[in-house]
């Protein structure tokens, strides 16, 4: 979950990783001792960048590709977060991983789209 958390752009929205399969009850205890904070109603973010960094720095190429896969195909199919879909496309650009995502989905053109527009 960690991992899942570390992706998701700062503050991340609270309901979408319990939509990528993660229990909402595991996130009690990150809450409780102090790895995640509160800034805003359902967003977290971790309380040290430098553990975020880490866990980003360790993470392998290819389990951030597939990650960023299964958020890509959860914003698309989420009409009422347009906002929250470019802001997870951005970051992507931040981490190289936005051209592979947007070739991967052809048959989502109008993610693809997104993409592409904000890879410039």
Not at 47 to 72: A, I, P, Y
């Amino acid at each position: 979950m960690l991992e899942a958390a570390a992706l998701l752009d700062e503050p991340f929205s609270v309901p979408l990783l319990i939509e990528l399969g993660f229990s909402a009850d595991a996130l009690d205890p990150l809450f409780d001792n102090g790895i995640f904070r509160e800034p805003f109603p359902k967003r977290a973010e971790f309380t040290n960048s430098e553990l975020r960094n880490e866990l980003l720095g360790q993470m392998s190429w290819s389990k951030k590709r597939h990650f960023c896969e299964q958020v890509g195909e959860l914003l698309s199919k989420r009409r009422d977060t347009l906002d929250e879909a470019a802001d997870f496309f951005a970051g992507l650009t931040a981490m190289g991983m936005l051209a592979f995502v947007a070739c991967r989905q052809p048959k989502k053109p109008a993610m693809a789209s997104m993409a592409r527009l904000l890879a410039f």
